[in-house]
């Protein structure tokens, strides 16, 4: 039995993706699981990391405050309606324990890959 295997060119373009990262500070319930809440914004559509800053915590008697940097992809939007977008993403998460929130626009900086 003989097998033979063409090689198959095809047409490719690199195209460099457009990663940006954003700090937000969180108001979160101390009863709040901090892993679940990471786990939901990291299933935003165009969110791909999100890290907590460390030693930026503070704790209060009813809730903690994290800073959280937030890498996404906006995939064919700007970047400031994407935010927008972020916003009212996590506004939706207040029954998971972010009681406010603060995306803080000035620390809005693209990655370079």
Do not use: W
């Given at each position: 039995?003989?097998?033979?295997?063409?090689?198959?060119?095809?047409?490719?373009?690199?195209?460099?993706?457009?990663?940006?990262?954003?700090?937000?500070?969180?108001?979160?319930?101390?009863?709040?699981?901090?892993?679940?809440?990471?786990?939901?914004?990291?299933?935003?559509?165009?969110?791909?990391?999100?890290?907590?800053?460390?030693?930026?915590?503070?704790?209060?008697?009813?809730?903690?405050?994290?800073?959280?940097?937030?890498?996404?992809?906006?995939?064919?939007?700007?970047?400031?309606?994407?935010?927008?977008?972020?916003?009212?993403?996590?506004?939706?998460l207040s029954p998971?324990?972010?009681?406010?929130?603060?995306?803080?626009?000035?620390?809005?900086?693209?990655?370079?890959?």
């Amino acid at each position: 039995m003989r097998i033979k295997i063409r090689k198959k060119t095809s047409l490719c373009e690199e195209i460099k993706p457009k990663i940006y990262e954003v700090t937000c500070r969180l108001k979160i319930k101390k009863e709040a699981n901090r892993e679940a809440l990471k786990n939901d914004i990291r299933a935003i559509t165009g969110v791909t990391i999100v890290t907590s800053v460390s030693g930026s915590e503070h704790k209060t008697e009813m809730h903690s405050y994290q800073n959280m940097k937030i890498k996404f992809q906006p995939y064919q939007m700007d970047p400031a309606d994407f935010l927008q977008r972020l916003a009212e993403s996590l506004r939706k998460l207040s029954p998971r324990g972010v009681a406010s929130f603060d995306i803080m626009h000035k620390t809005l900086k693209r990655i370079e890959l």
